[in-house]
């Protein structure tokens, strides 16, 4: 089985264009989060969606946003793009979201802000 | 805000020998736990985890210690492999806040 599927994998931009990151689930999962990483630190939680929802947010302004499709993968969005939106963008997914449970990464989608 | 924390940034050890990651975390509320290992230019991969209900709990080499009363959680690896060099994070589920991740180990392996 294939697991998370992330597009593109690498991304060039310039600040205060936009960008939008695709994502698809492991098959049977319903719910997707995702993740920015900064080069030398651990991810940090953007947002979960479930079932079409968001059900989660993390600390991130409101340049970033998010949707879950009737397929389950997902879209992220960031606007205006900043130099310190540079990072790897990784997706997760799992069975649920009500429970704690494992959540699979994909490969990240690495992008680079100009 | 909550935060997990990795009490090292680097570990060396010989090939072979046996390799133990350590993590303290702040969340008592937490009550899942996972360790993740990630390879140069690759996503997290899960490893291993543990409810809070457990305080030990074994995979494949790898073995995954609780302790809540010190709030501690260590990642032992048996008889390390070259393969096994990457960063290892451990994290923390909080339901639809997300996982907590540390800022990771470096684990090098020597011949």
């Known amino acids: 089985d294939a697991g998370v599927t992330q597009s593109p994998t690498h991304l060039i931009k310039t600040r205060g264009q936009q960008v939008t990151l695709r994502c698809s689930p492991i098959?049977?999962?319903?719910?997707v989060s995702w993740y920015q990483q900064v080069l030398g630190q651990g991810p940090q939680f953007i947002f979960q969606?479930?079932?079409?929802?968001?059900?989660g947010r993390g600390n991130f302004p409101d340049r970033f946003s998010a949707r879950q499709f009737p397929n389950y993968s997902s879209e992220l969005n960031v606007n205006a793009l900043l130099l310190g939106d540079s990072a790897l963008y990784l997706c997760?997914?799992?069975?649920?979201?009500?429970?704690?449970?494992?959540?699979?990464f994909g490969p990240g989608t690495r992008l680079l802000v100009l | 805000g909550e935060s997990v924390g990795l009490h090292l940034p680097t570990l060396s050890v010989q090939e072979g020998d046996n390799s133990i990651i350590n993590c303290a975390y702040s969340n008592s509320a937490s009550d899942y736990f996972i360790w993740y290992k990630q390879e140069s230019g690759k996503g997290p991969q899960f490893i291993i985890d543990i409810r809070s209900n457990m305080d030990k709990r074994q995979g494949q080499r790898v073995t995954v210690l609780l302790n809540k009363t010190v709030k501690h959680l260590s990642l032992q690896i048996a008889a390390t492999q070259p393969g096994d060099s990457a960063v290892y994070f451990c994290?923390?589920?909080?339901?639809?806040?997300?996982?907590?991740f540390g800022k990771g180990t470096h684990l090098i392996i020597q011949p």
């Open positions: 969606y479930y079932e079409k929802e968001e059900r």
């Open positions: 994290a923390q589920s909080g339901g639809a806040d997300g996982l907590t």
């Open positions: 098959s049977g999962h319903k719910s």
């Open positions: 997760a997914s799992s069975l649920v979201s009500y429970l704690p449970e494992t959540q699979y």
